[in-house]
């Protein structure tokens, strides 16, 4: 069964940062594109950075220059350093691999997905 467990979330002040960490198990993370998603309660699900095996990062507008997508191979775990947080950052945020066969994130960061995380919260406080 395919794990994708995020973890990192939390509650912070704007301005403040956090690092959202999604380790993958029973996945094959090292062939698909991966990426971040977020929702809050009565908005849309809005993709928010995809990152391709090759490094090829993909960002929203709201989030460039803030957030930074990686991936470690080694440990199956893709990460989104946030800085200078802001309220409307709030969200649940959770990782995602593309719909297969497609191995890759096709249109982006907005890109369908079949295989999610649960989830972690992001709370900030203006």
């Known amino acids: 069964q395919v794990q994708l467990v995020e973890s990192g979330g939390g509650s912070v002040q704007a301005g403040g940062s956090l690092k959202l960490s999604c380790e993958a198990s029973?996945?094959?993370?090292?062939?698909?594109?991966m990426g971040w998603f977020r929702q809050s309660p009565g908005q849309e699900r809005e993709g928010v950075a995809s990152?391709?095996?090759?490094?090829?990062?993909a960002y929203a507008e709201s989030v460039k220059g803030r957030f930074t997508i990686s991936r470690d191979s080694a440990k199956k775990t893709l990460y989104l350093q946030m800085n200078d947080l802001k309220p409307e950052d709030t969200a649940m945020y959770f990782c995602?691999?593309?719909?297969?066969?497609?191995?890759?994130?096709?249109?982006?960061?907005?890109?369908?997905?079949?295989?999610r995380g649960q989830g972690t919260q992001v709370t900030v406080a203006s």
């Open positions: 995602a691999g593309p719909v297969p066969p497609s191995t890759y994130c096709p249109g982006g960061v907005s890109f369908p997905f079949r295989d």
């Open positions: 029973r996945y094959p993370f090292n062939t698909y594109c």
């Open positions: 990152i391709e095996t090759d490094g090829t990062t």
